[in-house]
């Protein structure tokens, strides 16, 4: 089986509104929910605060023990990464539910013929439920870009246009002459330039590929925001209120 653990990463802000309500501490709960992570074989993203990535599984849990662990290849250079950072978060989905938690203590320990990577037993985790928001089209004046690499091409730098954005989560349009991106892939260090004034880093979650009609030369990318900081949060906010009282102000007009 597997054995222990260590690290820590910020889990959401507790200054947001209401944050108290996702977060489960009951030990009965927790258990339940890392259980459906694992029997469920749930895909799941480890990113560290300085944007290094991992994806893997659940392997084992045993709350007696303090520890669960993580199916690992040793050789990947991203899982060095992540052993060497001082903050390494969590994140996956069990039907419509955003689960995150912090991993902490890591250390990667060698079997037989497998290795693991074992973390402490987490103490409290956050669950989302994930809400349709209103989305706000930018105006014309404005042109909002996420700026990436491509996440199966290293190489390739991306300035892709926002067609939309809501206080979770934005579309981005993918040009046909750019290699397709698949649903469930994460994408970390993006950077968002939503005007002159709001700019942030954040990690993309692609939920949906939606072919878009021929005129528009692209596939629609919809994403999920991870990993927002508290002023990132209010930058967003600002710039959605402030863009809708600008289209109010068009349309009167």
């Not at 260590?6 to 977060?23: C, H």
């Not at 069990?94 to 938690?101: G, R, S, T, W």
């Not at 002459?177 to 968002?192: A, F, K, R, T």
Request: charged share 20%.
């Amino acid at each position: 089986m597997v054995k222990p653990v260590s690290t820590s990463l910020t889990a959401p802000d507790d200054k947001d509104n209401g944050i108290a309500a996702y977060r489960l501490t009951s030990l009965p709960e927790v258990a339940a929910l890392l259980r459906k992570l694992y029997t469920d074989r749930v895909r799941l993203n480890l990113s560290s605060e300085h944007g290094d990535s991992y994806t893997t599984i659940l392997w084992g849990l045993d709350v007696e023990r303090d520890f669960l662990s993580f199916a690992a290849d040793p050789h990947d250079p991203q899982l060095q990464a992540l052993l060497e950072a001082k903050e390494v978060v969590v994140l996956g989905y069990v039907d419509n539910i955003k689960v995150q938690f912090d991993a902490s203590n890591l250390v990667l320990v060698h079997g037989a013929t497998e290795s693991a990577l074992n973390a402490a037993y987490p103490r409290e985790v956050f669950r989302f439920q994930r809400r349709d928001n209103f989305r706000t089209r930018p105006v014309l004046q404005s042109a909002p870009m996420a700026r990436m690499r491509h996440p199966v091409i290293p190489d390739m730098e991306l300035t892709l246009r926002i067609l939309d954005v809501s206080i979770t989560g934005c579309a981005i349009l993918l040009p046909n002459d750019v290699p397709p991106l698949q649903p469930g892939i994460i994408v970390n260090q993006v950077q968002i330039q939503l005007n002159h004034e709001t700019h942030f880093s954040s990690a993309l979650s692609l939920h949906h590929v939606t072919l878009t009609n021929a005129d528009s030369r692209g596939t629609r990318l919809g994403c999920e925001m991870l990993l927002l900081n508290a002023e990132a949060k209010h930058a967003l906010q600002r710039y959605i209120n402030q863009t809708q009282k600008l289209r109010r102000l068009m349309s009167v007009h």
